[in-house]
């Protein structure tokens, strides 16, 4: 098969829940087990970081991956799901996998699929696995997909787990309270294994507690050590903003720059401070220079993208991948905070989403610009819009992604802000994240 031929396969002949939803998610470590025992077992042949959460944990694992590669490490990542390229999903510093690989690696092993039926994930995460391991990885970064316990990726024994924050999201799947969708994003925690837990939360920190002690696992709850601020303005040399950070309350890494320039990263990168201790206990060579390049080159080194990501100035143009209350809410609050005439919000979201409670945190005032994903599961445009009416926000539905952006670039002054989010896949079709 050609590339194209194997994607085609790939994503017609395996449920890939990212495209049609619950019907492509498969609760259990079971395929996955068969297809590691099939490949050798290559998750037992490379060191790793898991990195489980509601929001954040991309953000996360693409941090910790950043500074590793800083220090002079061989590192995988993996991380889901992709933007653009299907390639996007496995990296070893920075560079994706090769489309000749993945054609060859699926024409390998497709009879195996043929006979365990894996989902879509499944097969990613068995990709990965030997692709890592064929690669010699130092470390490999490993971004939890759904949950957490019945994820694909929980086949792993790693250095140091990561949970970077419990909110709602996927409550069909996880459970209908936080401490519900804890217990799932727990089942990562591993026998002796040290975790991480980014923020302190009141409602779920119980439930990290009794299962740490359970899998006699060190609990280090990270925002009891680091907390990061950012600074008001840009450092006018290198336009990042500066980050206060304390360590005990103490200053620590003073004028270090953040590559990810959302607000809500101070959230997490106490917990990717936390997790870079938790390496060195166990002999990683981290030094505060490799730190500092890290989290200042992150989207260079590892090529994430699509997190407060600004593609236009006058008006100022920004994307993010925020798709939950949660997310949503916390970048509305740095929305807010910037100068602009007017709000412009180019807004789509998929259909097993709570849309009336993300709709309740968008800012009445803006003009909005309701699209669809090119996805089975996009809620329609003109559903959107009529649901977005009754919140009491004003706008029209548009044809495509690309139709929306375009009519709020025209619609907007130069000293407006025009957004685009509300879902992954809505910023995976925005053309200038990869010019």
Not at 64 to 69: C, E, G, I, T, W
Not at 317 to 344: I, S, W, Y
Request: glycine residues 8%; aromatic residues 8%; hydrophobic residues 45%.
């Amino acid at each position: 098969m050609t590339y194209p031929e194997t994607l085609a396969y790939l994503y017609d002949q395996l449920p890939m829940f990212q495209r049609v939803g619950a019907a492509g998610y498969k609760k259990g470590l079971g395929n996955t087990l068969v297809l590691a025992e099939a490949l050798g077992h290559p998750e037992r042949q490379f060191r790793s970081v898991h990195v489980a959460g509601t929001n954040g944990k991309g953000s996360s694992s693409h941090m910790l991956a950043a500074v590793l590669q800083a220090a002079g490490y061989k590192v995988g990542l993996y991380t889901s799901p992709h933007l653009r390229e299907f390639t996007e999903r496995i990296r070893v510093n920075g560079q994706e996998i090769a489309p000749e690989y993945l054609v060859e690696w699926v024409a390998r092993w497709r009879p195996l699929f043929a006979e365990v039926q894996p989902s879509f994930f499944e097969m990613c995460v068995a990709l990965a696995f030997a692709y890592f391991a064929e690669q010699r990885v130092d470390v490999a970064v490993v971004e939890v997909g759904l949950g957490g316990r019945f994820d694909s990726t929980n086949i792993i024994t790693p250095l140091v787990s990561l949970i970077t924050n419990i909110s709602f999201d996927h409550q069909a799947l996880l459970g209908n309270t936080l401490p519900e969708i804890a217990g799932e994003k727990a089942g990562i925690i591993k026998q002796g294994v040290p975790v991480v837990v980014s923020q302190t939360q009141p409602e779920v920190a119980l439930v990290f507690q009794r299962e740490a002690t359970a899998q006699l696992a060190h609990l280090v709850v990270a925002d009891q050590i680091y907390q990061a601020s950012f600074a008001a303005e840009p450092s006018p040399e290198t336009g990042l903003r500066p980050l206060a950070i304390t360590q005990h309350g103490r200053p620590y890494l003073p004028n270090a720059e953040l590559g990810l320039p959302g607000d809500y990263q101070q959230s997490n990168l106490p917990g990717v401070l936390a997790t870079l201790d938790e390496l060195r206990a166990q002999g990683f060579r981290i030094t505060e220079a490799a730190v500092r390049t890290g989290l200042r080159q992150v989207t260079t080194l590892t090529g994430l993208r699509g997190r407060w990501s600004i593609i236009g100035r006058r008006p100022l143009v920004v994307c993010d991948t925020g798709h939950n209350a949660a997310g949503l809410e916390m970048v509305v609050t740095q929305l807010r905070r910037l100068p602009h005439q007017r709000l412009h919000l180019v807004i789509g979201t998929v259909n097993d989403k709570d849309v009336p409670g993300m709709l309740a945190l968008l800012p009445t005032e803006g003009l909005f610009y309701f699209c669809a994903a090119n996805i089975p599961r996009a809620l329609p445009a003109a559903e959107l819009a009529a649901m977005a009416a009754a919140a009491g926000l004003h706008g029209q539905a548009h044809g495509s992604v690309a139709a929306a952006v375009a009519a709020a670039r025209v619609a907007a002054t130069a000293d407006d802000v025009v957004f685009i989010g509300g879902s992954t896949f809505v910023v995976a079709e925005v053309e200038e994240l990869y010019s």
